[in-house]
């Protein structure tokens, strides 16, 4: 097939030797070139993905692509505010405490104090069940003819023990050491709806059931009075240091003595908290245990 360029060629001779070389001429179509098209529209190619090389030793089914597990944002911490502290005054009012309860606390109080030479009267129930307080406590002002002073708030049970530890111990000892007898215990703090050592956490003192007692000192009917945290009853001073204090045998002996009718029972020596009283109570521990320092 001849190209466009050489027909016009043979056309144009044989125009040059005819009439109507002119005419023929105008006949003819000259053939148009087709444009170029642009690379770019000619030449689009799809997108083709670039194939991931697998590591080595990895086995084909752990190669499929596993969409990432979203990550779950915790949510924000919230700081638990701290427990805060029981009042320090005795809850005023009944509380609480059902009337059943109340009822079967007033029984057994009568029941456990029959006979005993204790001066007492029974109280409004403070506090509330599960909290501070007590469903039947009493005020107590004497116990076997001793003075509370001021008086003590306590459950029947303190106070049979108390009772028990000033007639069998406390007396004997004063009489035995110092020729004398005790006419006064002088009472730092009975019930107080509060915390260990006064403390702003941790377990509820024995005090906020009203199960404990604090003495600072006694008082003698013959004799100047003792004082639970003088230096001279524990050795510390020249007395005690060479052995002559009898305020210091009386402490010892009412304060070993104490052990068998409290489950604690705490003094100078024992902590920083109880330099200058005995703290004695009744909690009632697994096994009978007893704390005695």
């Not at 105008?26 to 689009?44: D, G, S, W």
Request: with cysteine; proline share 10%.
């Amino acid at each position: 097939m001849m190209r466009p360029v050489k027909v016009l060629l043979l056309i144009a001779a044989a125009c040059l030797a005819a009439a109507d070389c002119v005419q023929a001429a105008e006949t003819i179509p000259i053939p148009r070139l087709r444009p170029v098209a642009p690379v770019a529209a000619a030449t689009k190619v799809a997108a083709v993905p670039v194939p991931r090389l697998r590591p080595r030793g990895t086995d084909v089914a752990s190669t499929a692509v596993v969409p990432p597990t979203p990550r779950v944002r915790p949510p924000p911490k919230v700081d638990e505010p701290a427990p805060e502290a029981p009042p320090q005054g005795a809850p005023k009012g009944a509380g609480g405490w059902p009337a059943d309860v109340v009822a079967a606390g007033r029984a057994a109080c009568k029941a456990l104090l029959a006979g005993l030479d204790l001066t007492y009267k029974p109280v409004d129930p403070i506090g509330e069940q599960g909290g501070c307080g007590a469903p039947a406590p009493i005020e107590i002002t004497a116990v076997a003819g001793v003075r509370l002073a001021p008086p003590a708030t306590e459950t029947c049970a303190m106070a049979a023990a108390l009772t028990a530890w000033v007639t069998q111990d406390v007396q004997p000892a004063a009489r035995a050491r110092l020729g004398t007898e005790v006419t006064e215990i002088r009472t730092a703090t009975s019930y107080a709806c509060r915390r260990r050592n006064n403390g702003s956490s941790g377990k509820m003192s024995e005090h906020s059931k009203a199960n404990a007692l604090d003495m600072s000192g006694f008082t003698f009917a013959k004799r100047t009075g003792v004082t639970v945290g003088g230096k001279d009853n524990w050795g510390e001073g020249l007395l005690g240091a060479i052995g002559l204090s009898g305020s210091g045998s009386f402490l010892e002996d009412i304060r070993k003595a104490a052990c068998a009718h409290f489950t604690t029972v705490l003094g100078p020596g024992s902590d920083p908290y109880h330099g200058d009283h005995f703290h004695v109570d009744v909690l009632q521990r697994k096994g009978d245990y007893r704390i005695c320092q």
